[in-house]
């Protein structure tokens, strides 16, 4: 636990974290985001800084670079997995899209 309770608004963390979320092209981003902390542990800051820096390289090496197809199919997917049900087509159009991105 981070003291004061209000510590992410008086670092300007949680502004960060709304302007992050604006972004998001899908609800699944945002669920990422609405679950992002702020952390102290140099080990795992390193980490993510690393994965970020690598998505921007990857980005800016391949500007064409497919994101618009990303679908929050964990719903559908969850259902999938009791016996006998079965996606829908948008359902399964949407998976392969997201597998191709």
Do not use: W
Not at 18 to 44: H, I
Not at 49 to 63: F, G, I, S, W
Not at 72 to 98: G, M, V, W, Y
């Amino acid at each position: 636990m981070i003291y004061p309770d209000n510590f992410e608004d008086k670092i300007g963390f949680t502004d960060i974290r709304n302007m992050l979320r604006e972004r998001c092209l899908s609800t699944l981003g945002k669920s990422q985001v609405d679950a992002m902390e702020f952390s102290s542990d140099y080990a795992l800051v390193n980490e993510l800084h690393d994965q970020t820096r690598e998505l921007a390289a990857l980005l800016k090496e391949n500007p064409d670079f497919p994101l618009g197809n990303i679908y929050d199919l964990r719903e559908c997917l969850k259902r999938a997995r009791i016996a006998n049900t079965h996606l829908e087509e948008e359902e399964f159009f949407n998976l392969r899209q997201s597998l191709d991105t």
